[in-house]
Nanobody, 122 residues
Framework: QVQLVESGGGLVQSGGSLRLSCVASGGISRLGAMAWYRQAPGKQRVLVASITSGGSASYVDSVKGRFTISRDGAKKTVYLQMNNLAPEDTAVYSC????????????????WGQGTQVTVSS
């Protein structure tokens, strides 16, 4: 059974940094794109950053230059380094991952973690 588990959230002051991790497990044969989303109270979940299996990254404009997404294929882990955090970054951060299945590798599914809370105080 595929599972994604996030860690690294917490309370930080404005201008501080946090590094989120998301580990995928459960007999995964091929891991595709991975991404981080966030959902602030009373708002919809939005995409923050994504990274392809080849390592190409993209970001929402509001985090460009402050956040960096990366991945370690061997560890089946995606990271989100968040620097210069601001109160508007406060949200529950969730990761998702695209998993491809054998034998044809033509079928995939997307899995979600349960999220980790990030709170930035002013």
């Amino acid at each position: 059974q595929v599972q994604l588990v996030e860690s690294g959230g917490g309370l930080v002051q404005s201008g501080g940094s946090l590094r989120l991790s998301c580990v995928a497990s459960g007999g995964i044969s091929r891991l595709g794109a991975m991404a981080w989303y966030r959902q602030a109270p009373g708002k919809q979940r939005v995409l923050v950053a994504s990274i392809t299996s080849g390592g190409s990254a993209s970001y929402v404009d509001s985090v460009k230059g402050r956040f960096t997404i990366s991945r370690d294929g061997a560890k089946k882990t995606v990271y989100l380094q968040m620097n210069n955090l601001a109160p508007e970054d406060t949200a529950v951060y969730s990761c998702n991952a695209e998993i491809w299945f054998p034998p044809t590798w033509s079928r995939s599914a997307t899995y979600w973690g349960q999220g980790t809370q990030v709170t930035v105080s002013s």
